[in-house]
């Protein structure tokens, strides 16, 4: 099983709402990501869980959340967002330093 | 930030030609150079993970080389077909934070039948 699931596929949501993003891997990877992008742009890194611990947050607002309560799961909560938060968040993983990312579909996430 | 630049950005070939696009990325602290293949619809797939200066991996038509002296990855495809119509990302992790991916501007690819 090479998939790495994303759900939902799409989301819309107002700026007060609450929601949330899951991405669910059974790779047995520990590296997990989390990337942002935007149209006609590339994907930009956001968070990055290693061993289910955050090893690496990108400046990222407080309005987004991340999560990952086990190994082969990872969430994105999502509050107060802004339409400029409008984008595809895509989850990653990887089993280790040289190795290939496997990515999710995406969850196309529109912020009204 | 990192700068991972990618030319051209869009390129339109026929069917049955040979092509090549470019990655740039910064020559100090390299760890790893990443190639991923990104179709309209579905998730980015990767093709290559690089690390060695001189490095020449091959799947199939599509063959990649680094030069990681002077900060450059070429990607050929020989004898494009429609199939391989999609974007291609390089993506770079620098040594001291290798979990960092960072990608470039992506060369969207359109092979006309």
Not at chain 1, 12 to 37: D, F
Not at chain 2, 5 to 25: I, M, Y
């Amino acid at each position: 099983d090479t998939e790495v699931t994303q759900t939902p596929k799409h989301l819309v949501m107002g700026m007060t709402n609450k929601k949330s993003l899951k991405c669910e891997q059974h790779m047995g990877h520990r590296a997990m990501y989390w990337y942002k992008q935007k149209a006609k742009k590339p994907p930009e890194l956001m968070f990055v869980y290693s061993y289910e611990k955050l090893s690496i947050n990108e400046s990222v607002p407080s309005r987004f959340s991340p999560e990952c309560p086990n190994s082969s799961l990872l969430n994105l909560h999502l509050h107060a967002l802004q339409p400029e938060d409008s984008a595809l968040y895509l989850c990653a993983s990887r089993e280790g330093a040289n190795t290939e990312a496997f990515f999710g579909q995406g969850t196309r996430l529109t912020v009204v | 930030i990192l700068n991972v630049e990618q030319s051209p950005q869009s390129l339109h070939v026929q069917e049955g030609d040979s092509t090549n696009f470019t990655c740039s990325f910064p020559s100090s602290n390299f760890y790893a150079l990443h190639w991923y293949r990104w179709e309209t619809a579905k998730s980015p797939e990767a093709l290559f993970v690089m690390t060695l200066n001189g490095d020449e991996k091959k799947k199939g038509r599509i063959s990649a080389t680094l030069n990681t002296k002077e900060g450059y990855s070429y990607l050929y495809i020989k004898g494009s077909q429609p199939e391989d119509s999609a974007t291609y990302l390089c993506a770079f992790s620098p040594s001291g934070g290798y979990q960092k991916v960072t990608f470039g501007t992506g060369t969207k690819l359109q092979v006309i039948p």
